[in-house]
């Protein structure tokens, strides 16, 4: 028997929990709206995975870090769900979408037919088997995505306890997981490709404390080659990462982050697709009627920098989501919303530090502050120049009203005199912004 509802979101992360927050806040009837997800737990702030989930001492677990805590909102347990009359549909994978139809079908069968559709369904790792690398499906190589992952992959920490791990990526889960690897005295080696870690957002400046950082804390980096082979033990764990550059490594774990990719399959041919994610306007609606699409999915216009763009954070996963709900809402008042206006907003913490970065890394760079490692506190930025204007800027160590600041300077692109000024001025330059 299908089930319908008057709103589905597809999806069980960050933005689906957003959006259900939002659609309970505009007015809902009960029985109105199904969230479908296939993790078996309702919606929780994702970023915790990487972090606290697998901190030695205290580690956070759920009900601890549900959505909507993470923007310092109120907690939905799945009884607020209950409450609000939500259907919370978990461990339920949608394989089958026709939006032409408005129907989902699900790995078990079941079939929901929907009029309005939030497509929240997130991003999937990408795994050395997709290229085909020697011995990759053995035991012990973990990928981090879900709660599930992250179980499996503390079971390992804490069954290899003082052993070795090989963490491939030096992207954000390269650096958060080697460094809470590092705090459960596991011995690690980074391996990856480029000249200097997270080269989609960091400087090689910014990157070089970041690795000496790193280096201090007993963290192994190879830089410059990848990993194209593994060999396993008699059963079948992972016992030897192979480099291309003709160098062995023992590992007991191996954890890989070598990117995400939008899950999108499911509507291929359906709706429109740009820059590797689905087509949306300001107000995350897709080309095809009813059906939005929100947070990692969603190509939608920056305002900011005229152009479109996908972005893979929490904090827009969050607004894009909101943002979707009043649309749906507004429209059926035969009313809009305002354009979405986002300033991206980068984050990531790792042992004793923490970094913001606002707007755009492009044009040219000022390095200021004190990135000494031997600082008891260091405390630095960069800021980024386009048409004599300031367009982005990154703190490391800032505090909460720094933070603030150089968000406002990202937003409103103060100009820029001299160079010299501003990197001697530093981060008093944003905060008399
Ligand atoms: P999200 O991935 O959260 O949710 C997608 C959901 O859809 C999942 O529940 C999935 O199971 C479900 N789904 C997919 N296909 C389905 C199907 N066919 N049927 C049913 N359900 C389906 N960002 C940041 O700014 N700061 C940070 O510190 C971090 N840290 C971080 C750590 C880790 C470990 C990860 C993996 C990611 C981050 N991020 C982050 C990125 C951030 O978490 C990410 O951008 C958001 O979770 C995106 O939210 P979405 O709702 O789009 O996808
Ligand atoms: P990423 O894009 O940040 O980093 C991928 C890294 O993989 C590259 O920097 C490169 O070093 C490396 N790489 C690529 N091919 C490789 C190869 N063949 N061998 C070795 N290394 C290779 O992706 P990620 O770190 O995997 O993160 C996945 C997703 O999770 C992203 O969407 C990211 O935004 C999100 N995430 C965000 C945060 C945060 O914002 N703080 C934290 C964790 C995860």
Redesign the pocket.
């Known amino acids: 028997m299908a089930k319908t509802f008057k709103y589905v979101i597809?999806?069980?992360?960050?933005?689906?929990?957003?959006a259900a927050r939002e659609f309970a806040k505009q007015g809902l009837k009960s029985g109105e709206l199904a969230l479908?997800?296939?993790?078996a737990v309702a919606?929780y702030?994702?970023?915790?995975?990487?972090?606290a989930y697998l901190f030695p001492e205290s580690p956070a677990r759920l009900p601890g870090f549900h959505v909507c805590v993470g923007s310092g909102g109120e907690r939905l347990i799945p009884d607020w769900y209950k409450e609000k009359g939500i259907e919370l549909i978990l461990s339920?994978?949608?394989?089958k979408?026709d939006l032409a139809a408005k129907s989902l079908t699900?790995a078990g069968g079941e079939t929901f037919n929907y009029q309005n559709l939030v497509i929240?369904?997130?991003?999937?790792?990408i795994r050395l088997t997709d290229f085909g690398v020697q011995g990759a499906d053995a035991k012990n190589i973990f990928y981090?995505?879900?709660v599930d992952d992250?179980d499996k992959l503390y079971e390992a920490i804490k069954g290899k306890k003082n052993g070795k791990a090989v963490v491939v990526g030096g992207g954000?889960?390269g650096l958060?997981l080697s460094a809470v690897l590092k705090l459960n005295n596991i011995d690690v080696t980074m391996v990856y490709p480029e000249p200097w870690c997270m080269p989609r957002l960091f400087t090689s400046d910014i990157a070089a404390f970041y690795e000496g950082y790193y280096a201090n804390k007993g963290v192994n980096i190879i830089k410059g080659t990848v990993a194209v082979g593994f060999n396993a033990n008699s059963d079948g764990e992972v016992k030897e990462v192979k480099l291309k550059d003709g160098r062995v490594l023992e590992a007991d774990i191996v954890v890989v982050g070598v990117g995400?990719r939008p899950?999108i399959s499911?509507f291929k041919g359906q709706v429109e697709e740009e820059k590797g994610g689905i087509k949306t306007d300001s107000s995350f609606k897709t080309n095809v009627s009813d059906v939005y699409a929100?947070?990692?999915?969603?190509t939608f216009p920056l305002k900011l920098y005229s152009e479109v763009r996908r972005?893979?954070?929490?904090?827009?996963?969050r607004k894009?989501?909101e943002q979707a709900v009043k649309a749906i809402k507004a429209a059926e008042d035969g009313k809009t919303v305002e354009e979405y206006d986002y300033l991206p907003?980068?984050?990531?913490?790792s042992f004793d530090l923490s970094w913001q970065f606002y707007g755009d890394n492009v044009g040219d760079t000022v390095l200021f502050g004190d990135n000494k490692l031997e600082s008891p506190k260091p405390k630095f930025g960069t800021y980024w120049i386009k048409d004599g204007k300031v367009v982005g800027v990154f703190l490391e160590g800032g505090t909460p009203e720094e933070n603030n600041a150089i968000a406002k300077v990202a937003r409103i692109q103060p100009p820029v005199e001299s160079v010299d000024q501003l990197a001697k001025e530093g981060i008093s330059f944003a905060s008399k912004i």
Do not use: C, N
């Open positions: 597809l999806g069980g992360g960050v933005s689906a929990g957003y479908i997800s296939k993790e919606p702030e994702r970023p915790a995975l990487s972090k339920t994978e949608i394989v979408a699900s929240a369904t997130g991003s999937t790792v981090l995505r879900e992250a954000y889960i958060e995400g899950q499911l929100v947070g990692d999915v969603a972005v893979e954070h929490v904090d827009h996963a894009s989501a907003y980068f984050y990531s913490r």
